[in-house]
C-alpha cells in the first residue's frame, strides 16, 4: 500500500478547511477537504478510502462484482470463465489482459436504454453550449437515445458492421457523442481525430485504422475563427486514396447554418455569423458525401443493441509515439465501461441533480471518458462546451459556470494558467457560488497555478482533484477523492481503486518508501488498454518491454515521506504542449519535408501557459540561408503534418548538430541550450565539442 506514514498527522501544517491556502514549500502543504463536501461524499475520510483501496487490491474480483451490478449484461461469463486472466511478464507470453470475457453487454445500452428504464428518460443528459454565448441547446436522456438508435441504423443502412472502424473529425456539438454510441451500439469500433489535427494527421489515422467511413461536420467558429473541417477532411480523403484506401461514405452535419440564430445584426435584419455564411459552400461529392440530417430523417429511432463481448473493441485513439508514428490505443468495452463510470462517480463525487463539466475536447481521452461514457453511464447531466476561454471574454468559463449553475468543473493546467495571466477580476466578476469541486488534468500543475485554481476560482472552499492518467489507461490512475484525500498542491496524491503504482530504479528494482523513479504498474486494471491497433508487438515494446512484469508510463515520479505520489514529467522523448502529448520525432520529420532542412533536433522547455514548448534546431542544405520567412515556413510545415497546436516555440539555426562519436544526437545539450544555461556537465562524449559554441552563437536573443 502506497499510503505510507501517516497524512493525518501533517494536516495541522498548513491546514486550511474553507479559506486561503498560503503559498509555501508544497509538499510539507496539506490542504484538509472541507467537512461540507466530506459529509455528503461518497468517501469520507482517508481512512474509508484506504479501506476500500486494500479490498480492491487483495479481492479485485468482489470489490468489481459489487459494482457489476449496477450493470446490465445479457449474458454473464460461463463458469468456467476466469473474472481477470492477464501476463504483464513478456519473459513469459504474450502480454494479455481480458476482464469478463465471454460476458455480454453494451456500453450504449447501459448509458441510455438503462437510464430511461430507471426513470431518466426527461432527464438533461447534456446542455450543449455554441461558441457564440447566445447557441444553446439541451438533450434528455429519451431523446438521446432516440438520436443514437437513428443513427446507429443510419450506420447500418450503410454497410457498417460490427468490428468496422469509424473515423470521427468533428467540433463539439451534440453530434459527435450521438455518433460514437451511435458506433457503439453496433458494435463498430470508433477512431476519433481531434478536430484540431491536420489533414494529413487525419489521414494517417484513417489509414492505420483502415476506416472507410467518415463522420465530419461543415466546420465549426473557434472565437472569431472559422475551421472548415469538411475541406481539410477532403484533403485526408484524397489523401487516403493515394495510399488505396477507397472512404466510400463521408457523412457531413451541417452545423454553420445553424450557429448564432439569435444574433440578428439589426441593420441587415441579418445574423453576421449567417451572412458569412451565405458566401460559403460546402464542397460536396454528391456520391460519397451525404448530409446527416438528410439521413437522420428517414432512420428508424429504434435500433436493438449488438450484445458484444466484454472484450471486444469500443474504440481506438491515437496517441504520439516516440518514433513519430502515433499508436492507435485500444480500449475493450466491458473494462472501460465499468472503470470510466467508478472513476468519475468517486473522482467527480458526482451525485444525482449536480450539473458537470468537463472543458475537455471530446477528441482527446479526456473527452471520450469524462465528456461522454462516464457522465452518461452515471445518468449524470453535464455541458459540452463548444467554444474556447477566451471569447467573447477571459470570463466565459466563469460565465458558463453560473449559467449552468455548474458544480465539478475539470480542465486542464494550460487553461488555468492561461486565465490566470489577465488576473482576478474576470473570475469574481462571476458568482461561482454553485462550484463544489475542481479537476485538473493532462501536465504536472504548478502550485501557483494549482493555488490559483483553488483561492480564486474556488474561492477557498473547494476541493481540487487533479487525476494523472493517459489515453492508455482509459481513466484515472493516481487522484484524490474530493472528500477524503488531504491534498497537497501539485501532487495526484494516492491511486484509484485496483491500481498498483510502484516507483522502479534504472535497474527495475522496487522503491520502497520516499524516493524517485520510473512509474510503472504492477497489475492490471479494467480500464486499462489492451493493444495497439493492428500492432500487438509495438504494444508490447512500447509499455512492457523495458521492465518485464509491469507497465510502463513513460513518466518518472517521486513518493514522498507521505506516500503522496509526484509526477515529474515524460522521461522519453515526449513532450507535453498544453496538454498535448507529441513526440520530437513527430515534429522532427515534419521539419526535414521542407527543402531547406538537411537535420533537424526538437526539443522540450518551459513555458510559462502552455507547460512546455517546441525548441527545434535545423541545419541546412548548401545553398539556403535561415531567415524569418524560412522560419515561418517551418512553423507552418509542422502546423499542417501535425496540427497548429504542434506549431514550434522556436527555430533554430544550427550549423551542427551536438554527435556522439557514433552519430546520436545528444539532445541532454540541445536542452541546456534551448534554456540558456551554460552548464553543460560531462561533453567528453562528443566528437566535436566545438559544435557548442556554435550553437551558443546562433542562439536568439529571447526565445
Ligand atoms: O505525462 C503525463 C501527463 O500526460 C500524459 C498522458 O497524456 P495523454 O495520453 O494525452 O492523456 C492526457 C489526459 C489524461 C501522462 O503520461 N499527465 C496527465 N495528467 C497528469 C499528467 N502529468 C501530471 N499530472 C497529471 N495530473
Redesign the pocket.
Known sequence: MPVTGNPEANMSNGTVESNSVPEQENESQVVKPPSEISKNAYVKSLDEYEAMYKRSISDPEGFWKDILADFHFQEKQADDKSFLTYNFDINKGPVSIKWLEGAKTNISYNLLDRNVQKGLGDTIAFYWEGNDPKDESKITYGELLKEVCKFANVLKNLGVKKGDRVAIYMPMIMELPIAMLGCARIGAIHSIVFGGFSADSLADRMIDAQATVLITSDGVWRGEKIIHLKEISDKAIAKCGDSNLDVKHCIVVNHLPRLAVNKVDESTNQSPVKRKQFDYLTPFDETRDKWYHELIEKADDVCPPEWVDAEDPLFMLY?SGSTGKPKGVLHTTAGYMVYAATTFKYVFDYHPGDIYWCTADIG???GHTYVTYGPLANGATSVIFEGTPFYPTNSRFWDVVDKYKVNQFYTAPTAIRSLMKFGDNFVKQCNRSSLKILG??????NPEAWLWYYNVVGDGRCPIV???????TGGHVITPLPGATPSKPGS?TFPFFGVLPVLLTEEGKEIEGPGEGYLVFKKPWPGMMRSVYGDHDRFEATYFKRFPGYYF???GAKRDKDGYIW?T??VDDML?VS???LSTAQVESALIEHKAVAESAAVAMPHKVKGEALYCFVTLRDGFEFSSQLEGELKLKVREKIGAFAAPEVIQLAPALPKTRSGKIMRRILRKIAVGDSNFGDTSTLADESVIDLLLQHRPEAP
Not at 440 to 445: M, Q, W
Open positions: 496517441t482527446w481521452i479526456t485538473t488534468v493532462g501536465e504536472p500543475i487533479d487525476t494523472y492518467w493517459q489515453t492508455e495526484a508510463t513513460g513518466d509526477i514529467g515524460r507535453n496538454g498535448h502529448l
